[in-house]
């Protein structure tokens, strides 16, 4: 496999550019980011944040689930 392959083949196979999914890749691991940060808030106390964690979880199985790969291949394809 060459080089150039390894950068844009699976951005590819979910239609989008190298730069593209690199902005979508970034988005979601800040959303993921901010999901643990609530989440580890609301593990010391409880009243914050109650349902912020699995709201943003939802948020992005939604967007991510929405996304169609261009060919089949499996999830990987699939989730960011």
Do not use: Q
């Amino acid at each position: 496999m060459n080089v150039a392959k390894l950068f844009t083949g699976h951005p590819a196979s979910v239609d989008e550019t190298y730069f593209g999914h690199m902005a979508f890749a970034s988005w979601f691991a800040s959303r993921l980011f901010m999901a643990g940060c609530a989440a580890l808030v609301h593990a010391v106390l409880p009243f914050m944040f109650e349902t912020t964690a699995s709201r943003i979880v939802r948020e992005l199985y939604e967007r991510t689930s929405k996304r169609k790969p261009v060919h089949a291949g499996g999830a990987e394809n699939v989730a960011a």
